[in-house]
């Protein structure tokens, strides 16, 4: 029987990286992209060859994007998932004091990259037969509003109503679309849209238990292990200590 394989983006860190790790070890092969190469040479080094294959994509880029799923090694041009991982949110000021160079990038990375990524990908799912998946990384901040919170949740809003358009475009063929919308989650994206504020990250989880990559790695694999005439449509967590409304966490 050949090996399943899974396509991910932003697998150098964080949910990206354990589901890497989570799906090479359960006899998946993974394409692995992000944009810092030495971070996937490491994955790549920890499996024997021809298990992972690496390449350097920013989602900012279409032809970063467009390049590696052209040049894909003949071996991993069947794909069972793709795993639309790679996002961000930058700076946690309310409007009007923001960096609009922020609001330009959340858009390019969240909202163009995943899009372009999925039209591109697509044939390769098709190649899957049966069973095929998109799991696409949303947000609880897509459908619950805080302060600061503007453009990057509503380029997960984007997210979220992109997925069940991609399924009305995808039915009656093998793919499946899930949103996958978490909230709050120790990874580096606290460090990243404090502009890599170390205090700033570790004061965000003090008291606190987040969701953590693996859990995230965990429900992606059971996503794609559903049955085949299964969609899970959306799937939308928290950590206990995180609830919707004011206080939105709850510290010890
Ligand atoms: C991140 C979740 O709750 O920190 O997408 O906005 S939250």
Not at 80 to 97: M, R, S, T, V
Not at 172 to 196: D, W
Request: charged content about 20%.
């Amino acid at each position: 029987m050949r090996k399943r394989t899974i396509f991910i983006t932003g697998a150098t860190a964080g949910f990206g990286l354990a589901t890497a790790h989570l799906f090479a070890k359960n006899n998946w092969k993974v394409i692995a992209t992000g944009r810092r190469l030495q971070r996937l040479e490491k994955l790549q080094n920890d499996y024997p060859e021809g298990i992972i294959h690496i390449a350097k994509m920013d989602l900012t880029k279409h032809a970063d994007i467009k390049n590696t799923i052209a040049n894909l090694p003949d071996d991993f041009k069947i794909v069972d998932c793709l795993f639309n991982n790679g996002g961000l949110a930058l700076g946690l000021n309310p409007i009007p004091n923001i960096r609009e160079e922020d609001w330009r990038i959340m858009v390019e990375t969240n909202i163009l990259g995943l899009i372009y990524t999925t039209q591109q990908m697509i044939p390769l799912l098709k190649n899957a037969g049966k069973g095929a998946s998109i799991i696409n990384v949303g947000s609880v901040a897509a459908r619950f509003a805080y302060p600061g919170g503007n453009v990057y949740g509503a380029t997960k809003a984007f997210v979220s109503q992109f997925s069940y358009n991609l399924r009305t475009d995808l039915a009656g063929s093998n793919i499946r679309v899930t949103e996958l919308a978490p909230g709050m989650a120790k990874s580096e994206f606290m460090q990243v849209r404090t502009y890599g504020d170390k205090q700033a990250n570790e004061d965000f989880y003090k008291g606190v238990e987040p969701i953590l990559p693996q859990d995230i790695a965990n429900i992606v694999w059971w996503l794609a292990n559903q049955p085949a005439h299964i969609n899970i449509n959306l799937i939308e967590l928290m950590p206990l200590c995180q609830v919707p409304g004011k206080p939105e966490i709850i510290r010890k």
